[in-house]
Nanobody, 124 residues
Framework: QVQLVESGGGLVQAGGSLRLSCVASGRTFSSYAMGWFRQAPGKEREFVAA????????YYAESVKGRFTISRDNAKNTAYLQMNSLKPEDTAVYYCAARTGWGISDRVNEYDYWGQGTQVTVSS
């Protein structure tokens, strides 16, 4: 089992940047593929980005491709989401998630562990 704690959210103007962190504790962090999801008020949780256990392969939602970068540091048990050129429509609670299955996924129900979320608000 793994516990996940996100941080780094906040209020930023459109065009600004934020970096989210997700610190894992418990089982070996490198055993998990990691993902970032977000949920805006009244909407379903949606995929943002994912990264394989080794960190070599990444995958992004079209809406964030070219603006967001997912990375991980297995030595620090931490996953990151660098968010640049933020837009008001990026406003949401952002969650990190860990997956024990092989490979990466963009599906909510294929992740086994979730953090509590961190709020990101982008003002226009």
């Amino acid at each position: 089992q793994v516990q996940l704690v996100e941080s780094g959210g906040g209020l930023v103007q459109a065009g600004g940047s934020l970096r989210l962190s997700c610190v894992a504790s418990g089982r070996t962090f490198s055993s998990y593929a990691m993902g970032w999801f977000r949920q805006a008020p009244g909407k379903e949780r949606e995929f943002v980005a994912a990264i394989r256990r080794s960190g070599v392969t990444t995958y992004y939602a079209e809406s964030v491709k070219g603006r967001f970068t997912i990375s991980r540091d297995n030595a620090k048990n931490t996953a990151y989401l660098q968010m640049n050129s933020l837009k008001p429509e990026d406003t949401a609670v952002y969650y990190c998630a860990a997956r024990t299955g092989w490979g990466i996924s963009d599906r909510v129900n294929e992740y086994d562990y979730w953090g509590q979320g961190t709020q990101v608000t982008v003002s226009s």
